[in-house]
């Protein structure tokens, strides 16, 4: 199998350590060259000492602040996907962006699809906006979903929480979800891959989350009644298209299992 060098922006951010766990694990044939605020190159200096990385396949953006750091200032998203792109082009590398579900706002009734209209309602949600419109058409925008173990569920889980999810007229939540592994299968896959633009990104199948609890063994009891649609969800026909998911991939017991194996990689993502 050819090699693949990908650079990693936020190597050290929580998604960072588990691609670097999963590559580690289970694809020999790829490279991860890691990029933090501490390695010799940095975004902080995009174009000084690029010569040193060598030849890179792809560059796989995630260093941006997320609400799991507990931050409140988003500003740097927006230079740091443009110090990226300015590497990747400078390399001739693909450039891939990990956006987020949350550009998309509220509910429309439907699983969100890339073509809807964005209308964020957080902070973090707006600074993945105004990233994606700062960066250039020919790269590859990944607007994620859940990724297993990493949210909110996950953390509270794992301290060992027992889980409040709230009543709607429809049932309880449901949710996409994707497992770390099938993500990283993705993103690696995607590193020679031809398309642009932009494409959501989790599991085909939305994850009822009282089956999500049960798969990490927790406990839940339900909520209030609310207003709302209970299903919350990504429409990922677009990627499905040119990416392939087992019908395992889909299951909670797999997502969580994915989670779990990275035993080497849990104290880095609590």
Same mark, same amino acid.
């Given at each position: ?27 020999? &044939? =790829?490279?991860?060259?890691? /990029? ?23 560059? =796989? &953006?995630?260093? @941006?602040?997320?609400? @799991?750091?507990? *931050?409140? $200032?988003?500003?740097?998203? *927006? ?26 706002? /509220? ?8 073509? $809807? ?33 990493? $949210? ?13 999810? $709230? ?24 590193? &020679? ?16 989350? +009282? ?5 990490? +063994?927790?406990?839940?009891?339900? +909520? ?6 209970? =299903?919350? /969800? ?12 087992? /019908? ?7 997502? *969580? ?14």
């Amino acid at each position: 199998m050819a090699r693949v060098r990908i650079l990693l922006t936020g190597a050290n951010g929580q998604l960072g350590r588990l691609f670097c766990a999963v590559i580690e694990t289970a694809f020999p &044939h =790829v490279e991860v060259v890691k /990029a933090t605020r501490h390695t010799a190159w940095t975004l902080a200096r995009p174009l000084a000492g690029m010569a040193a990385l060598g030849a890179i396949d792809a560059v =796989v &953006h995630l260093a @941006a602040p997320t609400p @799991a750091g507990h *931050v409140r $200032d988003y500003g740097e998203t *927006v230079d740091l996907a443009c110090a990226a792109q300015s590497v990747a082009q400078a390399l001739g590398a693909r450039l891939i962006v990990m956006s987020s579900q949350a550009v998309y706002g /509220a509910p429309r009734g439907h699983a969100f699809r890339e073509t $809807d209209p964005i209308a964020p309602q957080n902070d973090y949600g707006r600074a993945k906006a105004a990233m994606e419109a700062a960066l250039d058409p020919d790269c590859l925008i990944l607007r994620l979903g859940n990724v297993v173990g990493t $949210d909110q569920l996950g953390r509270n889980l794992r301290s060992g929480e027992t889980i409040q999810l $709230d009543r709607f007229a429809e049932g309880f939540p449901v949710r996409s979800y994707i497992g770390p592994m099938t993500l990283c299968r993705v993103l690696v896959g995607l590193a &020679h891959a031809k398309e642009t633009g932009v494409y959501n990104l989790a599991a085909p199948v939305p994850v009822e989350m +009282g089956a999500l609890v049960a798969a990490f +063994g927790g406990q839940w009891h339900a +909520g209030p009644l609310r207003a709302g649609p209970a =299903v919350i /969800a990504l429409d990922v026909s677009k990627i499905a298209a040119i990416v392939s998911f087992s /019908a395992q991939e889909n299951l909670p017991l797999e997502m *969580v299992t994915q989670f779990t194996g990275l035993a080497a990689a849990l104290g880095a993502t609590s």
